[in-house]
T-cell receptor
Framework: ETGVTQTPRHLVMGMTNKKSLKCEQHLGHNAMYWYKQSAKKPLELMFVYNFKEQTENNSVPSRFSPECPNSSHLFLHLHTLQPEDSALYLC?????????????FGPGTRLTVL | AQSVTQPDIHITVSEGASLELRCNYSYGATPYLFWYVQSPGQGLQLLLKYFSGDTLVQGIKGFEAEFKRSQSSFNLRKPSVHWSDAAEYFCAVGESRGRRALTFGSGTRLQVQP
């Protein structure tokens, strides 16, 4: 596969479940991002990883736990979510050692919390 | 902090007509500017970007955008719209120094009439 892939594409979970979202980039990039896209709201940055190190956490609740084991993979572990967490979760990657890096996005995971 | 405004939430144009989507940004230094397109249920696809140099940039699918510093604008244009252009369009600004994340506008939904 090429580009940025995300699995699963759709996820329905109860508030007490634990699930994980997976993102993989095949572009040789070294920075990865999680964004949240809710209805009628702009995309919100959640986390930034640069060379596997978390460099930004945009005041995200602790029920979202990111993991970046290497520069190609990014996970978002979900636990005890709320219905308002239902959204499209988008992963992106970029080549962060370039001055003018460009972010490339995956197709997203549509999450529904019941 | 930077911000992006897309004043038009929804635009409808006839197929073959010209298109201009507006984007205004707020950022203290030279911005990096992007336009992305999102089809229903999909991730974001990069249309074009501006970092420096020629203020008129060409992108994919026949789109272009013009950076006007005096107006803090980066409007997206296409001379003749095709039905397949129906989608949501997002303008984003990236910082020329410091944090790597993008700030997105709220998006403009484009509908194309036959």
């Amino acid at each position: 596969e090429t580009g940025v892939t995300q699995t699963p594409r759709h996820l329905v979970m109860g508030m007490t479940n634990k699930k994980s979202l997976k993102c993989e980039q095949h572009l040789g990039h070294n920075a990865m991002y999680w964004y949240k896209q809710s209805a009628k709201k702009p995309l919100e940055l959640m986390f930034v990883y640069n060379f596997k190190e978390q460099t930004e956490n945009n005041s995200v609740p602790s029920r979202f736990s990111p993991e970046c084991p290497n520069s190609s993979h990014l996970f978002l572990h979900l636990h005890t979510l709320q219905p308002e967490d239902s959204a499209l979760y988008l992963c992106a990657s970029s080549q962060a050692n370039m001055v003018t890096d460009t972010q490339y996005f995956g197709p997203g995971t549509r999450l529904t919390v019941l | 902090a930077q911000s992006v405004t897309q004043p038009d939430i929804h635009i409808t144009v006839s197929e073959g007509a010209s298109l201009e989507l507006r984007c205004n940004y707020s950022y203290g230094a030279t911005p990096y500017l992007f336009w992305y397109v999102q089809s229903p249920g999909q991730g974001l696809q990069l249309l074009l970007k501006y970092f420096s140099g020629d203020t008129l940039v060409q992108g994919i699918k026949g789109f272009e955008a013009e950076f006007k510093r005096s107006q803090s604008s980066f409007n997206l244009r296409k001379p003749s719209v095709h039905w397949s252009d129906a989608a949501e369009y997002f303008c984003a600004v990236g910082e020329s120094r410091g944090r790597r994340a993008l700030t997105f506008g709220s998006g403009t939904r484009l509908q194309v009439q036959p």
